[in-house]
């Protein structure tokens, strides 16, 4: 099994920055492949980026460019660099892990990981 524990959310003005980490322990061996997904109150949960320890990484269209996904494999954590930070971005935040090889999968599809943290609230006002 894999735990996956957020931390680094909270509150901040449009414009701002904040940076999320997510550790892992457990099975870490099932962390190759991570992303950060968000969930705001009445929406579906959203993929925001991914990464993987070859370096590959992913954005959506809504964060890219202002959002920064990376991993530290040695200390099993990944982080989301966030900046020019909107209200829109307001959510919680939630780690994910897959235990293989993407195989052609979406790698900003929740369906895509087995493995999820409890999440930390972001919160941007304008």
């Known amino acids: 099994q894999v735990q996956l524990v957020e931390s680094g959310g909270g509150s901040v003005q449009a414009g701002g920055s904040l940076r999320l980490s997510c550790a892992a322990s457990?099975?870490?061996?099932?962390?190759?492949?991570m992303g950060w997904f968000r969930q705001a109150p009445g929406k579906e949960r959203e993929g925001v980026a991914s990464?993987?320890?070859?370096?590959?990484?992913s954005y959506s269209d809504s964060v890219k460019g202002r959002f920064t996904i990376s991993k530290d494999n040695a200390q099993n954590t990944q982080y989301l660099q966030m900046n020019s930070l909107k209200p829109e971005d307001t959510a919680m935040y939630h780690c994910a892990a897959r235990g293989g090889p993407w195989y052609g999968l979406s790698r900003l599809d929740p369906a895509t990981y087995n493995y999820w943290g409890q999440g930390t609230q972001v919160t941007v006002s304008s």
């Open positions: 990464t993987d320890s070859f370096g590959s990484t």
């Open positions: 457990g099975a870490t061996y099932n962390t190759k492949y």
